[in-house]
């Protein structure tokens, strides 16, 4: 079998924000550190974590949208090269696609269609958004109607829609399912498996790990802020074909396998502990896991955890 493509590969990346403290002291926050994601062409990676992990502003990074007090680190690299901030702005839109967790990122003073189609007025392109609309129960006359004379939902649905209208190489979604239905929900994530089974790569960013589990080939599992494993999706049938203590307790907390949850919460950005970001509420801590924990090759996956074997 041909090997796929590598369309995105992002190495020890970072994100801090610099913020001023009593008075005029600078402090920087790290978001993120050493995270680690790669999506070949004709694959689906989910990135999954709860709230406050630091999912979004991996999708944000890799666009070049990041706050103006924000600096990254590390290594974005898109279809061999590096992603400069000139190829941000000449692919964002284009090759790289976001549907955006946010329904800000419509632009409320122009209207629907327009927006979609980004002013093209052929045939073709007409007739390309009424068939996604059909698909996601839109009417034809949403395309001449304001973002605010829609509700939620349907600008959600138009969200979705933009990563449909072209052929985009690299497709990231962040949380684009919030406020939909549920059959809805799986159409939408239909559709982008069929993006990826077109040859471009789709990078997942959510919560749900039990849909993403659905459609996904590979899940990287966020957790404070770093990756703490990458496995294929098919190790998800079992906790014991995990690696992680936090993938293992995502497991326990699906619906079917009880709805099981751990104490603690996880740690904000300030008060991170030594070592492993998850060891205050893993019961197999022990002291050497307050050292560095390097990302490491176990059973066909990549773990932060000294312990897994």
Known sequence: MEE???????????????????????????????????????????????????KSLLAHGILGILPYNASMGGELIYDGAALTKERQMALRGNEIVLVPQSLAFLDPLMKIGPQIRKGKK?????????????????????????????????????????????TPRLVIADEPTPGLHM???????????????????VLLITHDLEQALEVADRVVVFYAGTTVEDA??????SEETLRHPYSKALWRALPQNGLQFIKGTQPYVKELPKGCPFGPRCESCTEQCKGEIPSREVRGGRVRCIHAV
């Open 4 to 54: 796929k493509k590598v369309i995105l590969d992002i190495r020890n990346f970072s994100v801090s924000f610099e913020q001023y403290e009593k008075g005029f002291q600078k402090t920087k926050l790290p978001v993120i550190r050493d995270l680690d994601v790669t999506v070949h062409g004709g694959e689906m990676v989910a990135v999954v974590g709860s709230s406050g992990s630091g």
């Open 183 to 201: 059959e809805m929900v799986r159409r939408v994530m239909s559709h982008f498996r069929e993006l990826a089974d077109k040859g471009a790569g």
């Open 122 to 166: 052929d045939r073709a392109s007409k007739e390309r958004l009424n068939q996604i609309f059909a698909g996601y129960h839109l009417k034809e006359e949403v395309q001449g109607l304001y973002p605010f004379e829609l509700s939620g939902g349907m600008n959600r649905r138009v969200l979705v829609s933009t990563a449909l209208m072209g």
């Open 232 to 237: 294929p999706a098919s190790d998800f049938r």
